[in-house]
Every structure is written in C-alpha cells, then in structure tokens.
C-alpha cells in the first residue's frame, strides 16, 4: 500500500512525500527507523495526496539518466567498501531527484531493520523496475553485488542509448507530419471559407475536389468540437485497448509488421534480449527464473509471450536452443548463437556478441530511417499539396474557359 506522509525530520525540518509498505504499522515503524517523527499519514488515494499519486503515475518518477547516474554512483561507492548504512546516506545526500531521494530514505530505513536490499529497493516500483530488483537479489545471493552493480549500468546505459537513436531518428518525420497537418487545418479554416464566398456567387457546379474542401473547410469551421471530442475518445479507446492483455498482444504483433518499423521493432526486441539475458545470466540467477524476469522487462508482449514459453520449456527438459527454435520471432542467427552459446559454455559473451551487433544494425537502420520514409512523406505531402491546387485552382480554370467561350 502507498501513504501520504507529512513528517519531521531529525533536523526539526517538514517534510512530505509518499511511502510504500506491506500495512501502516510496517510503514509507522520504518518511518521512526529513519528519525521521521510523523504529523499526518493518509492512504494516497484519499485527498490532495491521492490526486498528486495519480498526476505522477502519468509521469515517469526518475528519468533514465538519473537512474543511471545514481546507479553508476552506487557501484563506484560499494566497491569503495563502504557500509549500505553509510553509501545510501550518501547517495541520499547527493540526489536532486525529490521521488528518489524519499525513496532512498525509505530503503536505508527498511534495511536498517533488517530487511533484504532487493526486497527494499522492490518497495518501489515506479523507480526500480522488476530487471533491477531481480539483478540486485541475484547479486546479493551470490555475493557478486559490485559485479552485478556493473553489469545493470552497462544494461541501462545501452538501453537509454537505443531510446534516444530511436526518438532522434523519428523526430524529422514527426516535424513534417506536425506542420502538414497544422498547414491543413490553417487551409480549412481561414483560406478555403474564403474562395468558398468567392464561387458562391456564381452559383455553378464546382468541380468534386472543390466540394470535399470546402466540406471539410464546413466541417473544421462549424464542427471542430466534434473532431476534438472524437480525437479524444479514439485515443482514450485506443489506449484502453492496448492497455488490455489482448489488445496489447495483438497491437505489438501488428507493430512487427509495420514497413521500415517492424524491421527496426524486430531487432530492437532481440537487441534487449540479449544485453538482457547476459546481464542476467552473469549475475547467476537460474535460468527458469532469467526468463521469468525477462517477460516482464522485454517491452513488447508478444516477445514476452514467447518468452515465457521458453520457461516452460526449460521446466520440461529442453534446451534454450531447442525452445528458441519452435520461435517464429527470434532471427536464425540468434538461435544459432545461442546453440553455440551454450555448447560451449560461453552464453553469456556469446549474447553479448549478439546483441552489440544488433546495436549496430539498429544505429544503421536509424541513422538511414529518414531516408526510408522520405517516399512516404512525399506521397503524403504530394497528395495534400494535389488536392489543395485541384480544389482552389481547377474551377478559375473551368470560369476562364467559360468567359473565353463567350
């Protein structure tokens, strides 16, 4: 459960923020732990409380790069040799982030009472997802946690790396569709109304591209409520939608099948897969529960169906290899190698392998991706720029004929 607190710290100073715990006494107890003595504690669903957890939840609560920072700072810390109590103090302390460092409070608390650092840092899952928790548990049982610090800042660092190739790779075409279709709207609502007074005074049949403009123009003027109140039901149905298991199942399959993207979504999925899995492989998590972790974090639901199907199939005796294979997501070489992987007993460099050199095709297909869509864009900003002409221009053609003809 989540609360809202208001509470003093040790300092005599207020503080206020949201807390996770199993009940309130657990929640009452960690918080004395921390030298917090509390003035209000309510459920986040109730109040102002409630509605600034709901305004959050729309938010990410730390950004990718102040993840990667505090993990990177975290690593370097403990393999300094100092005490949990001390480097989460610290850590604490150096944090800009509100959200994470309340959170890193609540940590050092729960640990200072004994509970697990994964278990603790698991409190909070809007920061630490699932990946994280799992690697810091596998860490911390075998007792290879600055190994493990490591590898989750080579993971994350990767990943927010491939984040921003594809958002930059996007962004142009984004642009363009943006202003086609503000010049759009700004052409059906101040300019044809204009030609559209013009023609009506001649009282003739006006040509078909012509009348769809000026009823879209009609439309646009009188009506854009409408399209409003239909933009926001299509999307809020939409999302409903693919927030649902079958809904999201069936819109990630569709995202594969996409020209240009599906490619791109393909080698990305198979990209994290590998870093993923190596990360987790190397940490010494067993492998039914590597797979577990990994249909969670993947990022496409039909990858983590697949996924959990391999599980299954480790569960009954098969190899890696031999579940990879009954796949129909996963590329020939990356079941090869993975075949290979785990022959010789390397599977971990063997993914890592794999994976590098599906970030460099990644960074290719982005680095060309505008070229790609270029003939896309141009269908699409010619058949607009058609239309526009044939509409305004093709009826002072057909009066010019007419008064020639006279």
Same mark, same amino acid.
């Given at each position: 459960?989540?609360?809202?607190?208001?509470?003093?710290?040790?300092?005599?100073?207020?503080?206020?923020?949201?807390?996770?715990?199993?009940?309130?006494?657990?929640?009452?107890?960690?918080?004395?732990?921390?030298?917090?003595?509390?003035?209000?504690?309510?459920?986040?669903?109730?109040?102002?409380?409630?509605?600034?957890?709901?305004?959050?939840?729309?938010?990410?609560?730390?950004?990718?790069?102040?993840?990667?920072?505090?993990?990177?700072?975290?690593?370097?810390?403990?393999?300094?040799?100092?005490?949990?109590?001390?480097?989460?103090?610290?850590?604490?302390?150096?944090?800009?982030?509100?959200?994470?460092?309340?959170?890193?409070?609540?940590?050092?608390?729960?640990?200072?009472?004994?509970?697990?650092?994964?278990?603790?840092?698991?409190?909070?899952?809007?920061? /630490?997802?699932? %990946? $994280?928790? *799992?690697? @810091?548990?596998?860490?911390?049982?075998?007792?290879? +946690?600055? !190994? =493990?610090? &490591?590898?989750?800042?080579?993971?994350?660092?990767?990943?927010?790396?491939?984040?921003?190739?594809?958002?930059?790779?996007?962004?142009?075409?984004?642009?363009?569709?943006?202003?086609?279709?503000?010049?759009?709207?700004?052409?059906?609502?101040?300019?044809?109304?204009?030609?559209?007074?013009?023609?009506?005074?001649?009282?003739?049949?006006?040509?078909?591209?012509?009348?769809?403009?000026?009823?879209?123009?009609?439309?646009?003027?009188?009506?854009?409520?409408?399209?409003?109140?239909?933009?926001?039901?299509?999307?809020?149905?939409?999302?409903?939608?693919?927030?649902?298991?079958?809904?999201?199942?069936?819109?990630?399959?569709?995202?594969?099948?996409?020209?240009?993207?599906?490619?791109?979504?393909?080698?990305?999925?198979?990209?994290?897969?590998?870093?993923? /899995?190596?990360? %987790? $492989?190397? *940490?010494? @998590?067993?492998?039914?529960?590597?797979?577990?972790? +990994?249909? !969670? =974090?993947? &990022?496409?639901?039909?990858?983590?169906?697949?996924?959990?199907?391999?599980?299954?199939?480790?569960?009954?005796?098969?190899?890696?290899?031999?579940?990879?294979?009954?796949?129909?997501?996963?590329?020939?070489?990356?079941?090869?190698?993975?075949?290979?992987?785990?022959?010789?007993?390397?599977?971990?460099?063997?993914?890592?392998?794999?994976?590098?050199?599906?970030?460099?095709?990644?960074?290719?297909?982005?680095?060309?991706?505008?070229?790609?869509?270029?003939?896309?864009?141009?269908?699409?900003?010619?058949?607009?720029?058609?239309?526009?002409?044939?509409?305004?221009?093709?009826?002072?053609?057909?009066?010019?004929?007419?008064?020639?003809?006279?």
């Amino acid at each position: 459960m989540q609360m809202a607190y208001k509470a003093y710290d040790p300092k005599g100073g207020v503080i206020r923020g949201f807390v996770d715990g199993e009940n309130q006494r657990e929640i009452l107890q960690s918080m004395k732990q921390r030298g917090l003595r509390i003035v209000q504690l309510t459920p986040a669903s109730q109040g102002l409380g409630g509605i600034e957890s709901k305004l959050q939840s729309f938010f990410p609560a730390v950004k990718n790069e102040e993840l990667i920072v505090f993990t990177r700072q975290f690593h370097t810390l403990f393999k300094a040799g100092l005490s949990m109590d001390i480097l989460l103090s610290t850590l604490t302390k150096q944090t800009q982030n509100k959200q994470l460092q309340q959170a890193l409070m609540s940590i050092q608390g729960d640990i200072q009472s004994g509970t697990s650092l994964a278990k603790a840092f698991s409190k909070h899952p809007r920061i /630490f997802d699932k %990946l $994280y928790t *799992s690697m @810091l548990l596998a860490g911390e049982e075998a007792g290879i +946690l600055e !190994q =493990v610090l &490591g590898e989750l800042v080579n993971v994350l660092e990767k990943d927010d790396k491939l984040k921003r190739e594809v958002s930059s790779a996007t962004l142009y075409p984004k642009i363009v569709v943006g202003v086609m279709c503000m010049a759009l709207y700004v052409m059906l609502t101040f300019v044809i109304p204009k030609f559209a007074a013009f023609y009506d005074k001649f009282q003739a049949q006006l040509p078909l591209p012509t009348r769809i403009l000026m009823a879209g123009s009609d439309f646009a003027s009188n009506y854009w409520y409408v399209v409003l109140v239909l933009l926001v039901f299509v999307v809020w149905t939409f999302k409903r939608w693919v927030n649902s298991p079958r809904g999201r199942l069936k819109w990630d399959l569709q995202k594969l099948r996409f020209p240009v993207f599906g490619n791109l979504f393909q080698k990305i999925s198979m990209a994290r897969f590998g870093h993923l /899995f190596a990360a %987790l $492989y190397r *940490s010494g @998590l067993p492998l039914v529960r590597s797979f577990e972790v +990994l249909s !969670q =974090v993947i &990022g496409n639901e039909a990858y983590a169906r697949e996924i959990s199907r391999f599980r299954e199939g480790l569960l009954k005796g098969k190899t890696i290899a031999e579940v990879m294979r009954q796949s129909k997501l996963f590329s020939v070489i990356m079941i090869e190698t993975t075949a290979i992987g785990e022959q010789s007993g390397n599977l971990d460099n063997m993914l890592s392998a794999m994976a590098s050199h599906f970030d460099l095709e990644i960074s290719h297909i982005t680095k060309n991706l505008t070229t790609l869509l270029e003939p896309i864009l141009l269908c699409m900003m010619f058949g607009m720029v058609t239309l526009m002409a044939l509409g305004i221009f093709l009826p002072m053609w057909n009066m010019s004929k007419a008064v020639m003809g006279h």
